[in-house]
């Protein structure tokens, strides 16, 4: 099963684009990356899914190179409303739900 | 629509009672589980369902046990507590069997607090 890392903490100012890397140099074929968010005391909620290339909705962009041994989470234009905690989750459709690992995620913190 | 609730909102227990922690569901999603978030070890699966009437363990079962009776109910009991369950417990589900692909949707969570 392939983990994850993630950067502990980051620090940005609004209006800035922000990117967070998550290695996964283990990651298999069929593998698909799925990142989530999570606000104070709330529970985390999906923000984007990749298995390629680069993937784009109204939140954000996932990036993922070629070998797809880490990808990148881009947040254009970060606003104080985008501190928050993100995670990158590694796995596919065989993999066993009781192995799902989360992790410690990346703190963002958006500062005025 | 609800989505996921999760009662109660915060609990103080003493050490050696029994506690259910409650988490419906109104999505009718296959797959339910169970989280604890701790300061500095972020999010680990304790249980989860793949179905109603299954049941697995996931990275930190040990003191904990769950039932899913129906599929919207997931309750997460603790036998006798202990100090170091103290923690924040999120409950979650998703569509179908494929956690990782599938999108997880979580409850505001239960702080519990054992002393």
């Known amino acids: 099963l392939a983990k994850t890392t993630q950067p502990i903490s980051m620090d940005s100012y609004e209006g800035q684009e922000v990117n967070i890397t998550c290695s996964h140099n283990?990651?298999?074929?069929?593998?698909?990356i799925t990142w989530y968010q999570q606000f104070p005391s709330q529970g985390p909620r999906f923000i984007i899914q990749g298995y390629k290339t680069k993937v784009t909705n109204e939140v954000a962009s996932l990036f993922i190179p070629a070998d797809r041994k880490s990808s990148t989470l881009s947040l254009p234009r970060v606003s104080l409303s985008d501190t928050a905690v993100y995670y990158c989750?590694?796995?596919?459709?065989?993999?066993?739900?009781?192995?799902?690992?989360f992790g410690r995620g990346t703190q963002l913190t958006v500062w005025p | 629509i609800a989505g996921i609730t999760q009662a109660p909102t915060s609990q103080i227990l003493a050490a050696g009672r029994r506690m259910t922690l409650r988490c419906t569901q109104d999505?009718?999603?296959?797959?339910m589980y169970w989280y604890r978030q701790d300061l500095g070890l972020g999010l680990r699966l304790i249980h989860y369902s793949n179905t109603a009437g299954t049941t697995g363990k996931g990275e930190v079962p040990d003191g904990y046990s769950v039932s899913r009776a129906n599929t919207d109910d997931f309750p997460l009991t603790l036998a006798s507590a202990v100090p170091s369950q103290t923690s924040v417990y999120f409950c979650?589900?998703?569509?179908?069997?494929?956690?990782?692909?599938?999108?997880?949707?979580f409850g505001p969570g239960t702080r519990l607090t054992v002393l």
């Open positions: 283990n990651i298999a074929t069929n593998d698909y």
């Open positions: 999505m009718r999603h296959n797959a």
């Open positions: 979650a589900s998703s569509d179908s069997l494929w956690g990782y692909t599938d999108t997880q949707y």
């Open positions: 989750l590694v796995g596919n459709r065989g993999s066993t739900l009781g192995r799902l690992y």
